[in-house]
């Protein structure tokens, strides 16, 4: 309480005693939502980033009425267990079923290029082809999946790109492992046809 009266008052010292007190905490929880597969989409870093932004946004307009001692951390435990779930629903959705995820790593058939396709410059209709594709895959993205493959074609870091769009660069590791088993996959089905 007297925490985020003093941030309400103008202390920025504050806002960073709440979020070094209780990110490491609130990180766990958030993990503890989450399964094995389902850690590989959702970055719990990015989930208590996204708690933060909520709870001091709201805070600011006094939305919150904290009486006893523990509530701060009772009301940030429960927006992370919200936000997280929210996630846990968004990434089972039908379109983004994790379910429907194979390990690559594992499987051996997985190439998606011959080394012989590689070793010779390609001619103009599969240069045409080639493009073709990619438009038609990027076109099946998420906004976010497009944006950050678009910026990794472009040859920005990781880095770069998590600062962009505001994710950790973890979560951008995954989404571009993620874009590059969609797209390992579709080139292996226009292969076998």
Do not use: C
């Given at each position: 309480?007297?925490?985020?009266?003093?941030?309400?008052?103008?202390?920025?010292?504050?806002?960073e005693?709440?979020?070094?007190r209780?990110?490491?905490?609130l990180?766990?929880?958030?993990?503890?939502?989450?399964?094995?597969?389902?850690?590989?989409?959702?970055?719990?870093?990015?989930?208590?980033?996204s708690?933060?932004?909520?709870?001091?946004?709201?805070?600011?307009?006094?939305?919150?009425?904290?009486?006893?001692?523990?509530?701060?951390?009772?009301?940030?435990?429960?927006?992370t267990?919200?936000?997280?779930?929210?996630?846990?629903e968004?990434?089972?959705?039908a379109?983004?079923?994790?379910?429907?995820?194979?390990?690559?790593?594992?499987?051996?058939?997985?190439?998606?290029?011959?080394?012989?396709?590689?070793?010779?410059?390609?001619?103009?209709?599969?240069a045409?082809?080639?493009?073709?594709?990619?438009?038609?895959?990027?076109?099946?993205?998420?906004?976010?999946?497009?944006?950050v493959?678009?910026?990794?074609?472009?040859?920005?870091?990781?880095?770069?790109?998590?600062?962009?769009?505001?994710?950790?660069?973890?979560?951008?590791?995954r989404?571009?492992?993620?874009?590059?088993?969609?797209?390992?996959?579709?080139?292996?089905h226009?292969?076998s046809d």
């Amino acid at each position: 309480m007297v925490l985020l009266d003093r941030w309400k008052a103008g202390d920025e010292s504050a806002a960073e005693e709440i979020f070094t007190r209780y990110m490491n905490r609130l990180a766990g929880l958030a993990r503890s939502r989450l399964s094995e597969k389902m850690q590989r989409r959702v970055d719990a870093e990015d989930v208590i980033q996204s708690v933060y932004r909520s709870f001091f946004r709201h805070a600011k307009d006094d939305r919150y009425e904290l009486k006893r001692s523990g509530d701060l951390w009772r009301l940030l435990a429960a927006i992370t267990v919200n936000k997280t779930m929210g996630q846990v629903e968004f990434h089972q959705a039908a379109k983004r079923a994790i379910d429907g995820e194979r390990d690559w790593s594992e499987d051996e058939n997985a190439s998606v290029i011959s080394p012989f396709a590689i070793a010779r410059e390609p001619t103009v209709e599969e240069a045409v082809a080639l493009n073709d594709e990619i438009e038609a895959f990027m076109k099946t993205l998420e906004p976010l999946e497009r944006k950050v493959l678009e910026m990794r074609l472009q040859d920005r870091s990781t880095e770069k790109i998590a600062d962009e769009v505001e994710y950790s660069p973890r979560t951008v590791r995954r989404i571009l492992d993620r874009v590059k088993e969609t797209l390992t996959a579709r080139l292996n089905h226009v292969n076998s046809d």
